[in-house]
């Protein structure tokens, strides 16, 4: 693996620094250090076409909220780290990329948090497997899940329930195009797919070992998306086509310490002041016959 520090950062990057991780195969992904978060995945297609998988997303959440933070990144021979700091009450947090020849992102998070805070999601990539030359309703998505949270008025979490005979039936493929034009109330609370789903054999909460969880498939392009996380629940957001909007342009599935029910199936995970919590999460693009 190659490392490169962007200088002169282009538009999106203007204010921060960037970092580009290339692997034998001339994969490459672009990590910035505002939030944290990785801003282009340029990956071929089953004819060698490159283009870039990522669309706009929301920026990582910091460990200690109110408090003024700035995330700063640096080169280690296995990849990027970057490292945020928040205060004097020892909060901080820690991410390592590190991008491997098969095609494999892997993103390690390290916490600590200086005042008790619930766990959420930490990486939030948004994808369009295609590179943006078309939508992504034609997309087939299967997340191991037989059970998945419910939203009740307003969003608010208000159960977990089981996905056979829904929408949110991802156990086998599905395309996102045609589950969105279910007459489903869950999909017309949310707006679409913003659902958090229990992955199989961690009903009960916790982390557990890396494991493979969701995957996703482009038919036109070949690429394939491969999701590994040692969390207990994996958040899927898609849909609908916003308005304004010519089509479904990004789908995103991220690792979740929990699923936003409150319950003695699900109790609420607290990172306290001075504990540490690590969770690793592996992304990889690949092709398929």
Known sequence: MTIHLIQGAPAPLAGERAFMLENAAGMTVTIGERGAQPRAWHAPDRYGRMADMLRAGPAAAAPAKGRAARW???QT???????????????????HYRLDDDGALTIEHQAVAGMPIPLAALAHPSFNLSGGQADVGDHMVQIDADYFEEAGPGGVPAGVAAVGGTPFDFRQPAAIGPRLRWTDTQLHRAGGFDHCFCVRNHFAGGQGALREVA?????ASGRRLQMYTTEAAVRFCSGPVPAGAQRLDAFRVEARARPGLMSAAWPR?????GQVYRQT?????SLQG
């Open 215 to 219: 995957r996703v498939f482009d038919p």
């Open 72 to 74: 700063e990144g640096r």
């Open 269 to 273: 995970v607290m990172l306290l002041p």
């Open 77 to 95: 021979d296995t990849g990027v780290t970057l490292a945020l700091t928040s205060g004097g009450d020892g909060a901080g947090m820690l991410v």
């Open 281 to 285: 999460t592996v992304y990889r693009l």
